[in-house]
């Protein structure tokens, strides 16, 4: 974590003082998540550097202090962040990064399958035990705020976390999953800790319910869009990413939204064919078909719907800097190419 | 869990009062334990069920139990078990279970490796998945006694936890493991969660520092014998065993005790020869050789002297029947053979 990379608040202007106060704070956050991971066994600070490949946008952390600072007026809505929102913000980045060592297992199999075994079976379980240890990590971090109330909502968005993969897992290659199911899983998967990030945030800000509720919903209809965007990316990446990612949703047998839409519209007929291209890995003739079928387009618009309906939640904030960056971010959430 | 093994206190009289009452316990330790399990999601549900297959001696529960009762004289010692004794109880064996599913994930890979490849995919990641649920909801349910101390100090265990298991994958095929990095590893991986049941289970019971402590580290002195009679099964185990565990840990290049010891020993030709045997994957020649060399007995001596060492750690306790049960588990920690 020792770079940071904050893609959202880089859209705005250097100088500007609110970007400047995430920034800081973002570096100290990122202080607290170092500091949290520190062992006294060398192999452990070895392995645990890793998970700077899993760095992502902060987006969890960014929302935590923003919420924070949401709750107040400008610019009295700053000394709204205290100490705690900082280790507040280091456990959801923590989560996070767990769920994401925990998906590379799932890859690593990947590369297991196509033969390249060396080594597969210790970066397997290696990234088992990173993960566990984040978990473990998070969860004492959060402890150490002596709130019992933070670790059990947490402890719920964790389950909730957990049963959306299970969901989904259970749910690998059903080419016949409705878009309720789809949802939930996302719901569970993506948006409870997102929203847990703006609402925790809020409430340890000494919001009322009310505005904490308001940015609860703001981040799972952002942490909804956030994941139709990256199944929509998953799927339509251009060449440069295909190496990387495009197309292994499909590899897995997970359902995007739009090839849910395309699999589930009117037309039985096309609905024969997408399964051919899926069953026989088209990924480039599947693309054709969400475009040329318009599924693509309207799974763009249900993710548009849900950043337009996620500001509206933000009606109950204060008018100022901080609102309008949550929704720079809102739209930045579905603008992104990466 | 539905159905329960007691196999420590199977040894007692039926009839016992203890011995029942520590039974009728076990039965509310598993209703918090299932229910906390509970999810709104079938599938979820349908994989939760196959915990029963890692099911246990229920050695951990028990130890909260009975430390819980040996901060007082019989029989008034019974009335320091409180209802957040079983959520305790229950905690730390789902946090036991979840590391006996993410171990599975090295014995599904093993299977890989032998090119049973076929669904051993989806079966590593049901497991990942469902130990992350075990352990998500081990913090969310420990989280209900609303006790931060409780959530801090079995996040700073499964900290250790992990620790352990991580320096023991760095560790594997070093053949030059020496004892100390030996009894680091064990006493990270397995004897901090036995100390914690015991030392957790005292304090909530309102025991003194004194007394919490002295029942940790008999916790603590009994997971590392735990432990050394594991190796000696799995190295030793007869041939009904084979099949299903012996011969596992060499397999995964972990070193158990006796061989530890035999590769350390004096002789450098009988460490040549033992080398051969190990490399070889000889497992009945090596037998033979940890026995020829008394390196076997030298750590069943190990074993039992820190059974021995335990049970003086209970000086503190009040004598009686749970001190005794107490003593009783400590000898059949290394008497068992399975």
Redesign the interface.
């Known amino acids: 974590m020792s770079v940071l990379r904050f893609d959202m608040i880089a859209k705005l202007d250097q100088a500007e003082p609110l970007a400047e106060a995430i920034r800081s704070e973002l570096v100290q956050v990122t202080a607290v998540f170092d500091a949290q991971l520190e ?1 006294d ?1 060398p ?2 600070n070895a ?1 645990a550097r890793h998970i700077e490949h899993y760095r992502g946008k902060m987006l969890r952390p960014m929302l935590v202090l923003l919420s924070a600072a949401a709750t107040d007026r400008w610019p009295a809505g700053l000394a709204r962040i205290l100490p705690g929102h900082r280790v507040l913000a280091a456990t959801v980045e923590m989560i996070h990064m ?1 769920t994401l060592v ?1 998906d590379d ?2 890859d690593e ?2 590369l ?2 196509k033969g390249r ?1 060396i080594n ?3 970066g ?3 990234a ?6 984040l ?3 998070a ?10 109330r933070l ?2 909502a947490l ?2 968005v ?2 909730t ?3 959306g ?3 989904q ?2 749910n ?1 290659g059903n080419w016949e999953l409705d878009e309720p199911t789809y949802f939930e899983i996302v719901r569970r998967k993506t948006a409870s800790l997102v929203g847990a990030s703006c609402e925790l945030g809020a409430e340890l800000a000494g919001a009322n319910d009310q505005v904490s509720r308001a940015l609860g919903r703001f981040g799972e209809d952002l942490g909804i869009a956030f994941q139709i965007q990256d199944d929509v990316l998953d799927l339509m990446g251009t060449d440069d990413e295909v190496g990387k990612s495009t197309g292994r949703d499909l590899a897995k047998g997970k359902l995007t939204l739009p090839v849910v839409k395309l699999l589930r519209g009117e037309c039985s007929d096309s609905r024969v064919r997408a399964l051919d291209l899926i069953q026989s890995n088209d990924a480039v003739g599947l693309r054709a078909k969400v475009v040329e079928s318009g599924s693509l387009e309207a799974a763009r618009n249900v993710a548009l719907g849900l950043v337009h309906q996620a500001k509206g939640q933000l009606a109950c904030v204060p008018p100022g800097p901080v609102r309008d960056l949550l929704h720079t971010m809102a739209d930045a959430v579905v603008d992104r190419s990466a």
Chains 1, 2 share one sequence.
């Open positions: 062992s066994q192999c452990v392995l767990a925990h297992v799932l199999a990947e297991r399958r075994t597969a079976l210790s397997n379980e290696a088992v035990m990173l993960g566990d240890y978990i473990s990590n969860f004492h971090l959060c402890s150490s705020l002596g709130d019992p670790n059990l402890g719920k964790t389950n976390l957990c049963e993969e299970l969901v897992l259970s690998r």
